[in-house]
């Protein structure tokens, strides 16, 4: 029964996903969630044994969410950032003391006061955003990150890679074909 529920709650968040990329293409940046496939290889060598700060931008309809949640210790917490009311709604369904849902802009990232997260995991379509937009998330990032934080981003084509090696010193690459589309991970180290 219970597994039911889930799918069928899997269901109508994908269906509310592709409406509100219908309705705002630029902002969503894609027609479907992420597959499973690409979320376990983000977030694959999080070391999830011990406690953890997740910070996450651009939560959907929270399947980065679910799957951090589902591995992350009793003590770890998780700042899901998103600014799409239909993806809010579906994030505030899920219910867990150690989520916090920002339902705001990542603009206002540099108002956060907490800077002690382990790993920041970003879907936030950047080929859709301006530059000088871009360049102020990348240092709120950094500043938001600890010393040995990690940043993980994903994207359809390489347009960031190598913006993204320059303002944090490295970027390693994968790939994950099985995604609709397939996508380009970047894994940074600080
Ligand atoms: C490609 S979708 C990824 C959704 C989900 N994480 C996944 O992997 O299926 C990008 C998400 O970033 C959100 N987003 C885009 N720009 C944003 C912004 N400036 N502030 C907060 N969220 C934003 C969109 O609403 C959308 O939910």
């Known amino acids: 029964m219970a597994d039911l529920c889930q799918k069928m709650t899997s269901r109508m968040n994908n269906v509310k996903y592709a409406i509100a ?9 894609s027609m479907v969630p992420s ?7 983000i977030i694959k060598d999080i070391d999830f044994d011990h406690e953890i700060a997740i910070l996450e931008l651009g939560a959907g309809t929270g399947v980065i969410t679910r ?10 917490v998780l700042y899901s950032y998103e600014n799409n009311s239909t993806f809010i ?4 369904n899920i219910h867990d003391d150690r989520l916090i849902i920002k339902a705001e802009n990542v603009s206002n990232l540099n108002l956060l006061k907490d800077d002690y ?8 379509p950047l080929a859709n955003m301006a530059k000088g937009f871009k360049n102020k998330i990348y240092k709120d990032i950094k500043a938001k990150l600890k010393d040995t934080g990690v940043y993980l981003q994903y994207q359809y084509l390489l347009f960031d890679y190598n913006r ?3 303002s944090f010193g490295n970027c390693k690459l ?4 099985l995604n609709m589309p397939p996508a380009f991970i970047y894994r940074t180290k600080m």
């Open 21 to 29: 990329a219908v309705k705002s293409f630029k902002n969503v940046g």
């Open 89 to 92: 709604d579906s994030l505030k």
């Open 35 to 41: 597959s499973s496939f690409l979320v376990k290889k």
């Open 174 to 177: 994968e790939f994950c074909l």
């Open 67 to 76: 799957e951090v949640l589902s591995r992350m210790s009793d003590n770890s």
């Open 164 to 166: 993204i090696g320059k």
């Open 117 to 124: 997260f382990d790993v920041v995991i970003s879907s936030l």
